[in-house]
């Protein structure tokens, strides 16, 4: 059986909520780190062996899928309570809309990050 190269959590790699580099946690610093490339469970691509902006365009398309599960999670609820709730549980076609557009525009985003560079 093979063991995992990282461990978990990876260390070296402080959680999300950390004080990072002595830096005070406020709003900026969040949105640093934020952007700093974490996927959606907040850690760095963790295939060491690729370019950082390679890892760092496979780490939005990973944050990119995990919000497309989202909006499909939330579609698939507005129909089905349209079609099985009352006429007060239908979310309106304004708001289908907008879902499917964030699903097209989710899903365009990770395709093009997971192309080669």
């Known amino acids: 059986m093979k063991t995992s190269d990282t ?3 990876p260390t070296g790699h402080a959680p ?9 946690i406020t709003f900026v610093a969040q949105l640093r780190g934020i952007d700093s ?10 295939e060491r062996q690729l370019n950082p902006g390679r890892c760092m365009a496979l780490a ?18 507005a ?6 709730g009352g006429p007060d ?8 809309e907008g879902l499917i557009q964030a699903s097209r525009a989710l ?3 990770a395709g093009l990050n997971v192309r080669p560079c």
């Open 60 to 77: 939005d398309a990973d944050c990119a899928l995990a919000g497309l599960r989202t909006v499909h999670a939330i579609l698939l609820a």
């Open 7 to 9: 461990s978990f959590p």
């Open 16 to 24: 999300a909520n950390a004080d990072v580099a002595g830096e005070p």
């Open 37 to 46: 490339g974490g996927a959606s469970d907040g850690r760095p691509w963790p």
């Open 107 to 109: 899903g365009l985003y």
């Open 79 to 84: 129909e089905r309570a349209r079609q099985d």
């Open 89 to 96: 549980q239908d979310v309106g076609d304004r708001v289908i």
